[in-house]
């Protein structure tokens, strides 16, 4: 009995040693970006993937994308298709520089929960206690559209950092908010977080704080400014600038070397062209005062920096990111965020079960609908980039594009449908 329960313990502690040596293993690892051939995927189901967007391309539905899927932490697809420059015939190349727009909320929501785990910022904390203009909300009532004169109500409650990170605030969108909305924003020159290059993001923030809110706070979901006022309050808290923060105790911890709210002028080439569509549908190149934004904002040297939407980034560097939130926050080695904070980031908020700390959420309800598993969480850009992680399948896609609005914008959904039909259990 003595010999079976040293070689019980002995099997025992074997199979921790393997439990570990499997999870260093798997935190350790550095996504390569060379591809590596998975025996998940039937590579002739997902060769129709370039037949796709090809014929998107054939067909001037599209100019050009770079796709990236992770599987098992790694690369196990990684192509640029199509053009970058539609006029130039210049190739995409998977490692194009994006302007990921939105994108750059889920970061800044890492940021914030960084310092959540530090104490220096409650998940339900006053905004108020930050920028002192958002004490008292009011909530808009009545707006006289001749003069953008409006009354208000008074709000049930303040903001808190976890309304912010949900959309569930009543904070609203410059230019793609609602009319009411943006017509009071415009007025007051808070801008959607682009082309301003020079001012100041808390001067600008401050102001917000004294215009109505949409709806009264943790009503409803409201795509807003909530991420740039979050942003804003990482500068305040952090005593840096949302750039200085990023690149110290994100990008450079886990490898980020093309993520940027200024790119270099040495990358610029990397930058692929801007498209939308004429009333034919027909795909022309963005205006530099096409809805009041220059595509050149990457390359104008700045320090305006928009939690909500100012970052440049690859498909290989955003997956990194996403493979880290994958990892319960550690990747190469380093705990970016702890295990139980990454879980609660991509867990259903505010009794909604499509939206967590950052990320839109798949539902069950979403998941019988869709190829993706219950669980995956996402997000996109404006300019048409778009990703998700899927953690049943332990599974990373981005599929990115620089055209909008995109009259086949349906692209990234066959994508999916190819990637999950192509798996092999």
Known sequence: MKNYAHLRLKQLMLSLVIVLAFSTSVYSQVLSSEVTKSAHFDYTKLAQIDALANNYVANHWLTGTSVIIVKDNKVVYYKGLGYANESSKKPMQANAIYRIMSQTKAITSLAVLQLVEQGKIGLDQKASDFISTFKNPKVLDQLNSKDTTYTTLPAKREITIRDLLTHSSGIDYTDIGSKNMNAIYTKAGVPSGLGKFKESLLEKMTVLGTLPLRHQPGEKFTYGLNTDLLGCIVEIVSGTTL???????????????????????????????????????????????????????????????????????????????????????????????????????????????????????????????????????????????????????????????????????????????????????
């Open 243 to 425: 750039e200085n923060y990023f690149q110290k105790n994100i990008f450079d911890p886990l490898g980020m070397k093309d993520t940027y709210f200024n790119v270099p002028a040495s990358k610029a080439d990397r930058l692929p062209t801007v498209y939308t569509e004429n009333d034919a549908n027909q795909i022309i190149e963005w205006s530099p005062t096409f809805r009041n934004l220059n595509p050149n904002y990457p390359l104008v040297p700045k320090t305006y920096f928009s939690g909500g939407a100012g970052l440049s980034s690859t498909a290989y560097d955003y997956a990194i990111f996403l493979q880290m939130i994958l990892n319960g926050g550690k990747y190469n080695g380093k705990q970016i965020i702890a295990p139980r904070t990454a879980a609660i980031m991509v867990s259903p908020q505010n009794d909604r079960d499509d939206f967590g700390l950052g990320f839109s959420i798949t539902s069950e309800k979403s998941a019988n609908l869709n190829a993706r598993n219950k669980g995956s969480f996402s997000w996109g850009g404006y300019y048409g980039t778009t990703y998700w992680a899927d953690p049943k399948d332990n599974l990373i896609v981005l599929i990115m594009t620089q055209h909008s609005p995109n009259s086949h914008g349906d692209l990234a959904g066959k994508i999916e449908q190819i990637i999950y039909g192509s798996e092999v259990k």
